[in-house]
């Protein structure tokens, strides 16, 4: 591992008990869990856009919300900046917090919507104790406002998010974790509600940020078009695990494990000439994947199975520059 | 004469604040080997537009304008009872986030019967043979025609909805938005399910959806709506290689591509206007770099350009 990783994340995991009904209570013998996060090692570099790619129910928020400590932690360990941020107690652990942030998916339902805008950002520098008096507050306050593109400022002051569109919320919902500054933002899914012609200025918001204030991104998203796009490196998730992780433009031109090279072969191209081709793929992801896995947990799925895909689950391993993957056969 | 003709359709829903313009003066058509892509983003009106074509429009909306030809009849002026046959046995649709709209409490299979027995004089043996030929046509298996809903996956739930639309040979499939929420690898099944039905059943199609790429791998012809207008029809290759209309253009530019070398996008400023009091003059003017004093005071009619119908001030 590098030393300048801002986080650095070690064999986390995090299980689920399964609900059961009373009659699947009694009847079975042991507690099952959905493995939501499996596992997971790896590092964010400082000013770097990690992006989390994956199906739905893969554990990508859960790994987020875990790595902020918004939820325990199974077991495994995270770093920031050296400091191990699962043994803290919870007093440390929020002011932390300042330093580490979260966006969400959903900027409608993360907004007060009895709060004028000035007023959401206000309660955060309260909260943080920010600023010396009202001056300094507004000063703050304004600053942000233009940081996050919503001026002119006292345009906005004012409006409550109801009278704002979906993209100019997102840059409020941003402005609040900017505020803090941050030095690492786990954004989950920031673009996937907003309309098609404000996601990319949200993006490239976001690239801003990382570029003027070195903010690292943990960026959260099923969408690999998109994700090719803002990220430096790309890891692919299935079933709670990393199952390769690599510089972008190798995750999307060089894909090496068997599920990314179906998930990238999957994305619809904005090109009506490019053929659709079968996916390389078979099967579903399971209901419920409360499975432990003896196998290579793709093997149900896989087309290029070998028997000893069936014996073990293969580690993730080096095999090209910074490009790692968890399948046998990419040697 | 096409299959479908909308013509100048336009529905208001008029609400306590004003009239919001849904859908202002649309026309399009659907011939009976089309696929028709309708696009757009958030609130332009593409469910309205259809909801229109079922007749399902309800207060507050109303159709206030317009003919909707259906193999040569008027939809708008049909009977209940013709919009009853219609539904169904003529134009079948499904509906956005359809999923969630199976009964819980009742098999898929008794579903698909009760949709073919509404509209079929067939016994109930019949019709749960078609029940399961038609989870077999979407690739589920018939063995699981007694299942329950929440044994079923979201991409599996969206087929069963296509088995219970496409049950009783409908002559137009609409489907509003019948991969949107869905993982990539289900979405790709979805359409190619969707694309092997078209042609096994030679079905026409009108496809809603705000994502240009699956627009591209599913329709042979495209209209692009923008805050209850149409801006733009064309052939789909056409209208990505060469977009007339500064909104599709712009639209194309701000859509990120897996393939190729990549490119630079560019954000289209501003965010679409609400329809209580749209812009005067183009809608679109005020996010529109090339805008002149004309645009912001009369709206642009239809012109053609490159085999293209473009409702821009710029066309002469
Ligand atoms: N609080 C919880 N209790 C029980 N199971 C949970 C809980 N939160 C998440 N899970 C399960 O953990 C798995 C991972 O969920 P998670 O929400 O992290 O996935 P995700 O990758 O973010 O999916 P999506 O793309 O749909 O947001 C899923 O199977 C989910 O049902
Ligand atoms: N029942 C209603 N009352 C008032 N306004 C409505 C009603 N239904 C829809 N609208 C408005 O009509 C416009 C068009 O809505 P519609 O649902 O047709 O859009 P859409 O293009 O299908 O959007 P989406 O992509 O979000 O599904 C929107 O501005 C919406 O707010
Ligand atoms: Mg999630
Ligand atoms: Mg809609």
């Given at each position: 591992m590098k030393k300048d990783a801002v986080l650095r994340v070690e064999n986390l995991k995090k299980y689920f008990p399964v609900r059961k009904s009373l009659f699947e209570f009694m009847s079975s013998k042991k507690e099952e869990y959905v493995r939501a996060v499996d596992d997971v090692s790896f590092s964010v570099q400082e000013g770097e856009v990690l992006g989390f790619v994956g199906e739905s129910g893969c554990g990508k928020t859960t790994m987020g919300r875990t790595i902020l400590r918004l939820i325990e932690p199974t077991s495994g360990r995270v770093y920031y900046e050296g400091i191990e941020v699962t043994s803290l107690d919870?007093?440390?652990?929020?002011s932390l917090r300042r330093k580490m942030q979260m966006i969400f998916q959903d900027p409608h339902g993360s907004l007060n919507p009895r709060r004028t805008v000035a007023d959401i950002l206000s309660q955060t520098v309260k909260i943080h104790g920010l600023a010396n008096g009202k001056t300094e507050e507004d000063e703050l306050i304004k600053n942000t406002l233009e940081e996050v593109e919503l001026k002119p400022t006292e345009e906005f002051w004012d409006r409550y998010p109801i009278l704002l569109s979906g993209g100019q919320r997102q840059r409020v919902g941003i402005g609040r974790v900017l505020i803090l500054q941050p030095k690492l933002v786990v954004a989950d899914e920031p673009i996937s509600m907003l309309d098609v012609?404000?996601?990319?200025?949200?993006?490239?918001?976001?690239?801003?940020?990382?570029?003027?204030?070195?903010?690292?991104?943990?960026?959260?998203?099923?969408?690999?078009?998109?994700?090719?796009?803002?990220?430096?490196?790309?890891?692919?998730?299935?079933?709670?695990?990393?199952?390769?992780?690599?510089?972008?433009?190798?995750?999307?031109?060089?894909?090496?494990?068997?599920?990314?090279?179906?998930?990238?072969?999957?994305?619809?191209?904005?090109?009506?000439?490019?053929?659709?081709?079968?996916?390389?793929?078979?099967?579903?992801?399971?209901?419920?994947?409360?499975?432990?896995?003896?196998?290579?947990?793709?093997?149900?799925?896989?087309?290029?199975?070998?028997?000893?895909?069936?014996?073990?689950?293969?580690?993730?391993?080096?095999?090209?520059?910074?490009?790692?993957?968890?399948?046998?056969?990419?040697? | 004469m096409a299959l479908l003709e909308v013509e100048n359709l336009k529905i208001y829903y008029f609400t306590r604040e004003g009239a919001v313009k849904a859908v202002d003066d649309v026309s399009f058509s659907v011939d009976r080997d089309e696929t028709l892509g309708l696009i757009g983003e958030s609130g332009c009106g593409k469910t309205t537009a259809v909801f229109a074509i079922m007749r399902f429009v309800a207060p507050p909306g109303r159709i206030v304008g317009g003919k909707i030809i259906f193999d040569g009849n008027d939809i708008i002026t049909m009977s209940n009872e013709e919009i009853r046959l219609l539904r169904g046995k003529g134009i079948a649709m499904v509906f956005q986030a359809a999923q969630n709209a199976l009964n819980p409490v009742m098999t898929?299979?008794?579903?698909?019967?009760?949709?073919?027995?509404?509209?079929?004089?067939?016994?109930?043996?019949?019709?749960?043979?078609?029940?399961?030929?038609?989870?077999?046509?979407?690739?589920?298996?018939?063995?699981?025609?007694?299942?329950?809903?929440?044994?079923?996956?979201?991409?599996?739930?969206?087929?069963?909805?296509?088995?219970?639309?496409?049950?009783?040979?409908?002559?137009?499939?609409?489907?509003?938005?019948?991969?949107?929420?869905?993982?990539?690898?289900?979405?790709?099944?979805?359409?190619?399910?969707?694309?092997?039905?078209?042609?096994?059943?030679?079905?026409?199609?009108?496809?809603?959806?705000?994502?240009?790429?699956?627009?591209?791998?599913?329709?042979?012809k495209v209209a692009v709506m923008y805050a209850g207008k149409i801006v733009e029809q064309a052939s789909t290759v056409s209208l990505y290689e060469n977009p007339v209309h500064p909104y599709s253009q712009a639209l194309i530019r701000a859509y990120p591509s897996i393939k190729g070398e990549k490119r630079g996008l560019k954000s289209i400023p501003g965010a679409p206007p609400r329809l209580i009091n749209p812009p005067i003059g183009c809608r679109f003017h005020p996010r529109c770099p090339y805008a002149v004093n004309i645009c912001r005071e009369e709206e642009p009619i239809f012109r053609k350009k490159n085999g293209h119908l473009v409702a821009c001030h710029s066309i002469k």
């Open positions: 919870r007093k440390r652990v929020k012609s404000v996601r990319i200025g949200i993006l490239e918001l976001l690239l801003r940020l990382r570029d003027k204030f070195g903010i690292s991104f943990i960026y959260i998203t099923h969408d690999l078009s998109t994700a090719r796009y803002v990220c430096d490196r790309i890891a692919i998730m299935y079933l709670g695990k990393i199952i390769e992780i690599a510089p972008t433009e190798d995750i999307i031109n060089k894909p090496l494990h068997p599920y990314t090279q179906a998930l990238v072969s999957a994305v619809p191209v904005p090109d009506p000439t490019v053929k659709m081709h079968e996916l390389p793929i078979k099967g579903y992801v399971p209901l419920i994947p409360a499975e432990v896995f003896s196998s290579c947990r793709f093997y149900p799925r896989c087309l290029h199975t070998r028997k000893k895909c069936r014996e073990e689950e293969p580690p993730l391993i080096e095999v090209g520059h910074d490009h790692y993957v968890a399948c046998i056969k990419a040697k | 898929v299979g008794k579903q698909i019967t009760e949709v073919i027995l509404e509209h079929e004089r067939i016994t109930k043996e019949e019709s749960w043979e078609r029940a399961k030929r038609q989870l077999e046509l979407v690739g589920i298996g018939s063995e699981r025609v007694k299942n329950y809903p929440h044994e079923f996956s979201g991409g599996m739930k969206q087929r069963v909805m296509i088995a219970i639309a496409t049950a009783c040979n409908p002559r137009l499939l609409i489907l509003d938005e019948p991969v949107t929420g869905l993982d990539v690898i289900v979405q790709r099944q979805l359409l190619t399910l969707i694309n092997k039905l078209r042609k096994e059943l030679r079905l026409p199609i009108i496809f809603i959806t705000h994502d240009l790429s699956v627009i591209a791998e599913t329709c042979g």
